[in-house]
């Protein structure tokens, strides 16, 4: 068998007979998977007691109280400012998935966290059937499409051997080869509502163009177009994925001669309708000194793609299967020939996606790491195919052992691998709630201060605090925060050290109203650690044992 051989084509009165069990088990896993992952949520509100708020978040704070900053925002608006940072700037930023929680909490009635957890398993169900249908795309055998469905839905990489180290070492090496969230499906379903749903756009663009191409269906590629459009009015780093893919299929099903012509034109249909969101984005990098900044910082993070034996580590088995069968690829490459000379176009999205994904991950900019999205899902895919269909035969020809049964033990044994990160990110959760603290809660003195400012203070007040209770100001009062975000706050690190210096006792009363009146603060939030020196231009408003907001009186 050829390392890219086609599964063997099952009857399709086989498929119909097993087609509703199968949707039947992939509605049962999608609410299992809902319910999981709803569990650390339960508990963030359980375990709160009197003296303490869940902020409804189980992860990553500072992005996702970005976020409801943005849908606070959103709810009243259809272009926002960014409120993150002290500076002012043109109210031109749109974003389709937070718009839509915006105006929903808005309609409801319910905090933005608690509109957040009502779409959460919505979207989460949406991407794990997205990815079923996909795989239908490409397998021809039921054993092979569950096989790599349930690796690219429940699989996490060899993160776990980090964690096993850490029970000696005492310290997680290489954190972001765990917490990665863009490759991690079951990890994305959990914590970041939005890049699910971004992930099943991504895949169904993806998907209705490949069976664009092969249907030459110019009404496949239009809806495809129409994802596409969807996705870049929402998270339009992944239109750098669709347009390489796309583009890379095309391009090869025109070399093959499959209608050179026509294939370019359903290539433009798929990539045309969502121009303009990228336009529009670049215009905001381009035109916008907010948002430029912004763009700028976002290197602050640290955060980008690891290197490849890192990549190995975060990945996990299924890239290691792919990769070691790159030799057998060398050495069948007049076999692989033959294959892409007859192979539909969604085999050959697999593999395009899979080996043009891979270029994305390095692409030099601050952000390449986005280049992830959704990668799990060929790796899988690729993963599966040369398991079933190169290991399993060449192993049957050194030891006869029944080759169906050999194939059901080696794709159950695959699945079973690739859980345990998984099951460490879900506990671990529970762990790190179970703190009871920040940043995934605030005490009811702090909920007060914040509630305080957004009955009694203006849109515009700048809020100056520490980056703890900051984060969450834009979010809770609709003003402008002077420290809230390692990207959305321009000139991060200064105001860090900024804010450090008035708080600090140390310097002097001039250094200290000099940060107040550069950047036009009307507020100062100071909670139970932090205080700050007294002043005669701070007034007390509101005071609780564990928190004080102070107003800035004008200077004489």
Not at 472 to 481: C, F, K, L, M
Request: aromatic share 12%; net charge positive; hydrophobic share 50%.
């Amino acid at each position: 068998m050829g390392l890219l051989t086609l599964a063997p084509t099952v009857p399709r009165s086989v498929l119909a007979r097993t087609g509703a069990r199968d949707r039947v088990a992939v509605g049962a896993l999608g609410l299992a998977l809902m319910a999981l992952t709803g569990l650390p949520y339960m508990y963030g509100y359980l375990v709160a007691g009197p003296e303490r708020q869940f902020m409804g978040i189980v992860l990553n704070v500072p992005d996702t109280a970005q976020y409801f900053a943005w849908a606070r925002e959103f709810g009243h608006a259809v272009l926002i400012e960014n409120k993150l940072t002290p500076e002012t700037g043109d109210a031109v930023y749109f974003n389709l998935f937070w718009w839509c929680i915006g105006r929903l909490s808005v309609a409801t009635g319910l905090g933005l966290a608690e509109t957040t957890q009502l779409v959460r398993p919505l979207v989460g169900a949406v991407y794990v059937i997205t990815i079923y249908w996909l795989s239908g795309l490409i397998a021809h055998n039921r054993l092979e499409r569950w096989t790599a469905f349930l690796v690219a839905v429940l699989g996490g990489g060899l993160g776990w051997i980090l964690v096993l180290s850490k029970q000696f070492s005492g310290v997680l090496s290489a954190p972001l080869d765990v917490y990665i969230t863009e490759a991690n499906t079951f990890l994305t379903v959990m914590a970041f509502p939005h890049q699910a749903a971004a992930g099943a756009l991504l895949i169904l663009t993806l998907g209705l163009a490949a069976r664009a191409f092969e249907r030459s269906s110019a009404a496949m590629a239009a809806l495809a177009g129409v994802t596409g459009l969807l996705l870049g009015v929402q998270h339009g780093y992944d239109l750098l994925i669709v347009y390489a893919v796309v583009g890379s299929l095309g391009l090869a099903l025109a070399l093959r001669g499959d209608g050179s012509w026509r294939t370019f034109g359903l290539g433009g249909l798929v990539c045309g309708p969502s121009m303009p969101a990228a336009l529009y984005l670049a215009y905001l990098a381009r035109e916008s000194p907010i948002w430029r900044g912004v763009l700028a910082q976002y290197g602050n993070a640290g955060v980008y793609t690891p290197s490849p034996p890192h990549l190995l580590v975060l990945m996990g088995l299924p890239l290691l299967v792919v990769m070691t069968a790159v030799p057998l690829a060398i050495i069948q490459r007049h076999r692989i020939a033959r294959w892409l000379r007859r192979a539909d176009a969604p085999q050959l999205l697999m593999w395009t996606w899979l080996a043009v994904g891979y270029l994305l991950l390095y692409i030099p900019t601050d952000f390449q790491i986005k280049m992830l999205a959704c990668w799990q899902v060929p790796v899988a895919f690729g993963a599966t195919r040369v398991l079933l269909h190169s290991y399993i035969p060449l192993a049957e020809r050194v030891r006869p052992f029944g080759t169906r049964n050999l194939a059901a033990i080696a794709a159950t044994v695959f699945v079973l691998v690739v859980l345990p990160v998984n099951v460490y990110l879900l506990a671990w959760r529970f762990v790190d709630l179970g703190r009871v603290d920040h940043p995934y809660f605030l005490t009811r003195d702090e909920i007060g201060g914040l509630q305080w400012l957004a009955t009694h203070s203006q849109p515009t007040d700048v809020v100056l605090s520490s980056l703890a209770i900051g984060q969450y100001v834009p979010s809770s009062t609709g003003n402008p925060a002077f420290l809230a975000h390692w990207a959305q706050t321009l000139d991060f690190y200064s105001k860090q050290r900024l804010v450090t210096l008035f708080f600090d006792p140390s310097p002097s009363e001039q250094e200290r109203t000099t940060v107040l009146d550069d950047f036009n603060v009307r507020y100062v939030f100071a909670d139970a650690s932090e205080q700050p020196r007294d002043s005669a231009r701070l007034a007390t408003v509101y005071t609780s044992p564990g928190a004080t907001v102070y107003q800035v009186r004008a200077a004489p």
